[in-house]
């Protein structure tokens, strides 16, 4: 089974024991995929939403020429943003598979869709 977490995500309230707060966290979404493809297409499905290859065009955002890395993502409400997708395994690494949509997928691995961070 794959997790996976990113911005569309339900949110359920968790009690936090130690200091008695509320916290409000991503439940994550859990399909059977063996490559990335097959997993973000689950996701998108799921939440409808889009997530594309980003080509570079944001002039806030540059990329170096042949350099694929970071995605468009489309909310269900039409907001376009970019993201970066890594791939965290059960032994702690953590993978950016960049944008190769045949990255073969572990039993237990956790996909996070989110901030720009590499």
Known sequence: MIAIEGPDNRKKIYRDEASGKNLLLPQ?????????????SSYCENYHCRIEPY?????????????????FYKSSDGNVRLV??????????????????????LSGDKIYIGELIC
């Open 28 to 40: 994550d979404l859990v399909i059977n995929a063996s490559t990335l493809r097959e997993a973000l």
């Open 55 to 71: 080509d570079g065009s944001w002039d806030s955002v540059p990329l170096a020429p042949g350099e694929e890395k970071y995605f």
């Open 84 to 105: 970066d997708i890594h791939v965290c395994r059960n032994d702690g690494r953590e993978i950016c598979p960049k944008q190769n949509f045949e990255f073969e997928l």
